[in-house]
């Protein structure tokens, strides 16, 4: 259960991703203005059927991507910055992997969080189709390739039905480069309403000035931390919550 402790330390895409409740209360702790919740229409109990794009090429999928755009039935605010994820395929395990990394917008030590996923392919017949390695949902939890020209952009969407529960869905629209034509976002966030997504709750992420982020410690627990390009004092935090 190690990776599963590490998503409860790094709460909020990792909520993004897996829909854990939890964090976000967390996170409402952690910002300081309070959520007004809009009632949300998008919720639903059962995951869409999803046609996953057909002759996907998964070897041109994997790579680095900026995260341009985001979507999530748990989340009613933007608070995303600098996220990024880095996908690879294993062939020794059959296993992809994406790793990402991302800040709260809000924060004023740009402290970069990060974690990772892991899925299978149930089928090679369809490549666009995965599903999670980690047994952290009794139901079904699939995530599909939507759309992608592999050399600009992706859009990929998440889907889990838990028991009682409505339905935890979320989209990650894919850039390589740090900005997206408008007409490119458009045609890929008009792929999500068929899936009843609200598209008012689709998030825009910052990406400017990403690449000299704080990093962030998961070893040490009274580390300070500073980046390359910082000094004063102002400029270190305190881990001491792992
Ligand atoms: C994921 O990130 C870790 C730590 O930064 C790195 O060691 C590893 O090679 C990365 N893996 C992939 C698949 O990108
Ligand atoms: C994924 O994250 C876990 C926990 O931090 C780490 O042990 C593992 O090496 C990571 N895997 C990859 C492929 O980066
Ligand atoms: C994006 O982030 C940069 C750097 O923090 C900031 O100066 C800019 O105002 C942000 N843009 C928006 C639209 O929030």
């Given at each position: 259960m190690y990776l599963w402790r590490h998503a409860a330390a790094s709460l909020p895409l990792l909520l993004l991703l897996l829909g854990e409740l939890t964090s976000v209360l967390a996170w409402m702790k952690y910002n300081s203005y309070t959520a007004t919740s809009r009632k949300r229409t998008?919720?639903?109990?059962r995951c869409p059927n999803v046609r996953a794009i057909r002759n996907f090429d998964l070897e041109q999928m994997m790579g680095y991507w900026h995260v341009v755009q985001y979507y999530a039935s748990t989340e009613e605010l933007p608070e995303y910055a600098c996220m990024r994820s880095h996908f690879a395929f294993s062939s020794e395990d059959q296993h992809i992997t994406m790793n990402f990394s991302y800040i709260?917008?809000?924060?004023?030590?740009?402290e970069k969080l990060q974690g990772n996923i892991t899925w299978l392919i149930p089928d090679f017949g369809t490549p666009a189709h995965w599903m999670h390695t980690e047994d952290i949902y009794e139901g079904i939890y699939n995530t599909y390739?939507?759309?992608?020209?592999?050399?600009n952009w992706g859009l990929i969407m998440h889907c889990a039905e838990k028991k009682k529960h409505p339905r935890y869905l979320s989209a990650l629209l894919l850039s390589r480069e740090p900005t997206l034509g408008e007409n490119v976002i458009t045609f890929l966030r008009e792929?999500?309403?068929?899936?009843?997504?609200?598209?008012?709750?689709?998030f825009s992420i910052n990406q400017t000035s990403c690449d000299h982020l704080m990093e962030s410690s998961?070893?040490?627990?009274l580390a300070y931390i500073v980046n390359s390009q910082l000094n004063s004092g102002d400029n270190f935090k305190i881990i001491n919550k792992l």
């Open positions: 998008d919720l639903r109990r709260f917008a809000e924060d004023p030590l740009r390739v939507l759309d992608t020209d592999y050399r792929k999500l309403p068929r899936y009843d997504i609200d598209l008012s709750f689709m998961k070893d040490d627990p």
